[in-house]
């Protein structure tokens, strides 16, 4: 028999890249029978372990790779594992004050480390002593603004692993040690020092060579493309909160206290209003029009539409009468329901939803950034080189001087000027020329994700088609406009999206509807009224023929046709026959055909996945060329067929608007949410699309796809550029001067490459 397991949720502080996650995890599942998956954007782990391991190993693993770890309440506490001994430092209290705590060091650093780079690039401006002004100014950006890089550094070191911040200490120490050296024991300390670039200056005295501009610019680059980070990273969680918070907060308990238990509705003068999480299976509950459903039920007595696009998507609402099933955080619209509780807190449809987006984002914080991937055998091999140089440069012969010349020169040339603004820059100009065009990038994720995609899941309504209902046709024995201004006339004070496209397109086409009398409505099956002296049935086909009134042939035919285009029906009935059909649907948006061929010819196939029926999605489909089409998925189905397909081999992108979407969304290799729908799903998304345009999310793969094309040619270049440039250094044919500048050199070339990115233009 196998033993029993327990999962625990751990809140990890001090991640900063891809390789720390990979640390933490290695250290996790060393342990026997321990699984564990960690999230660097939410700073969690999810920890399946056996009965035996307690929450203080799982603790000790963490902080044995470097981290401070907290078992979060409702985990296993035998132990009262609370791991608090190490100080968590300030910027890693939450995510708002780690981003608040970045944006003040990028602020005042930029400010320090402005007139510092002037100085050093315009000699003209260069007065006595300014080199003094320099140290002074750059000395609290190296150390105070790069103290979040210097800290995971040292972190890391003592465990003896290096990453990313490793390099970054690395270079702006190394720089700023020398010109502290050639400051105080050189000549760069004389008064009336000037400072030039010089490519070529073999016998320029290196002790007169200052790098604080580089020390500090790098550091305030660094600081900007960590600050975009952590912002990414405190949006992540959001997704969750949105799902949580879409229900109830309140609920109207209702207690059977009437004469006639049986009298349900008399039960309603006696309700009670409580939080929602004292709502037990078993229930009672009333919801008024308006309201949302407090959690999943059947439909006790009562009659109302429902508005189910939390869940399905679907813009028509569901009518719901006694027997009919009902699900938490949807909306009644013109009835009021009571309503038996069949599931609550977790097992509700909506917390399984939020349980699948945050499994979803933990599976995809398992990338890792190509540059900590470097970095990782990089950085080991410049210590290395940099001694050995000295070594063999003193073993030669040569002074210790010389030999500490050509050792630094290593170090510099090797600064992560370059690699380290590859990503940062690159993501900063990408998603600024992806705002202007209204294309919101998550972070470099999104972009490694959206690399290989093969197929693209997209939603029907509001994603393809625009979310509202529209006239579409209007039949009628006599003048349309005559029947439509009847039907809008009976319709006018009705919330129900049908009846406002039917008001809508009769207004639209300057009808006046006439007056209407003894008004009467019959909760999902339609109105009747007196108009002009004789009475009119608007309404379902079905509650006119129980009404009395009469098809005639034409009547019939004309529903057929309906039929076969898949459109919602209202008839138009007077004078006891029907005699007119308006016909609803929610129409295709006019860029969707063409934004589906553009995504083929990106070599992605298109797939139709929706909660509506099969012959609504299947006319959709042929209206915009998909051939694949998924119908009636519920949340959950829609999550299953992304993960079939990724399965199979391929890698998926949803694109979806609706909180039903929003696990598909997070469980996708790419998500990308419209902006015109719910904030669940934008929150889940990797790419969100401010217009809510489907050519423009077509757009937002092309641009992910440059942005990532840009970021790999920056890392090539600037690794290539450090292994060429590392033997000359060694062999002394580049002084620390030649060097600084050649590194310069190689940021602004990953800063000109990453520019062109602002070049980037939509598909006409």
Known sequence: MSAPLQTLDLDIAGMTCASCVARVEKRLTALDGVEAQVNLATERATVTAPAAVTADELVAAVAKAGYTATVRPGADERSGAHRDDAPTPESESDPSATVTTLRTRLVVSTVLAL??????????????????????????????????????????????????????????????????????????GMTGMRHEFTFFAPDADPSGALYLEVAAGVTVFLLAGRLIEQRSKRSAGAALRELMTAGASEVSILRERAADPSDLMAATRQEERVPVDRLLVGDLFLVRPGESVATDGTVVEGAASVDESLMTGESVPAEKTAGSPVTGGTIARGGSLVVRATAVGTRTRLARMAQAVEAAQLGKSRI????????????????????????????????????????????????????????????????????????????????????????????????????????????????????????????????????????????????????????????GLGVTGTVRGGTVLVGRPAFAEDQGFRTGAAATAALGAAAERASTVVVVAWDGEVRGIVEVADTVKPEARAAVQRAVALGMTPVLLTGDNAAVAARVAAEVGITE????????????????????????????????????????????????????????????????????????????????????????????????????????????????????????????????????????
């Open 115 to 188: 007139p510092v780079i002037l100085l050093a690039m315009v000699p003209a401006w260069q007065f006595d002593h300014w080199q003094w002004l320099s140290l002074t100014l750059a000395t609290p950006v190296v150390f105070w603004g790069g103290y979040p890089f210097h800290r995971a550094t040292f972190a890391t070191l003592r465990h003896g692993s290096v990453t990313m911040d490793t390099l970054i200490t690395l270079g702006t120490g190394a720089a700023y040690l020398w010109s502290l050296w050639a400051l105080f024991f050189g000549m760069a």
């Open 368 to 523: 890792q950034r190509l540059a900590d991937r470097i970095s990782s055998v990089f950085v080991p091999i410049v210590l290395v080189t940099a001694v050995a140089t000295a070594i063999v440069w003193i073993a030669a012969g040569s002074s210790v001087q010389a030999a500490f010349t050509a050792a630094v020169a290593v170090l510099i040339i090797a600064c992560p000027c370059a690699l380290g603004l590859a990503t940062p820059v690159a993501l900063l100009v990408g998603t600024g020329r992806g705002a202007q065009l209204g294309i919101l990038i998550a972070g470099p994720e999104a972009l490694e994700r959206a690399s290989g995609i093969d197929r693209v899941l997209l939603d029907k309504t509001g994603t393809i088609t625009s979310g509202r209902m529209s006239v579409t046709e209007v039949w009628a024995e006599g003048a349309a406009d005559a029947a439509l201004d009847l039907a809008a006339a009976l319709e006018a004070d009705s919330e129900h999206p049908i009846a406002e496209a039917i008001v809508e397109e009769s207004a639209r086409r300057r009808g006046t509807p006439p007056a209407v009398s003894d008004f009467a409505s019959f909760e």
């Open 629 to 764: 089409v998924i119908a009636d998925a519920s949340p959950m189905d829609k999550v299953a067929a992304v993960e079939r397909l990724q399965a199979d081999g391929h890698r998926v992108a949803m694109i979806g608007d609706g909180v039903n979407d929003a696990a598909a969304i997070a469980t996708a290799d790419l998500g990308i949410a419209m902006g015109t729908g719910t904030d669940a799903a934008k929150s889940a998304a990797d790419l969100s699309i401010v217009s809510g345009s489907l050519a423009t999310a077509v757009d937002a793969v092309r641009l992910s796809r440059r942005t990532l094309g840009i970021i790999r040619g920056n890392l090539f270049w600037a690794f290539a550029y450090n292994v060429a440039a590392i033997p000359l250094a060694a062999l002394g044919l580049l002084n620390p001067m030649i060097a600084g500048a050649a590194m310069a050199f190689s940021s602004v070339f990953v800063v000109l490459n990453s520019l062109r990115l602002r070049r980037f233009r939509p598909a006409a």
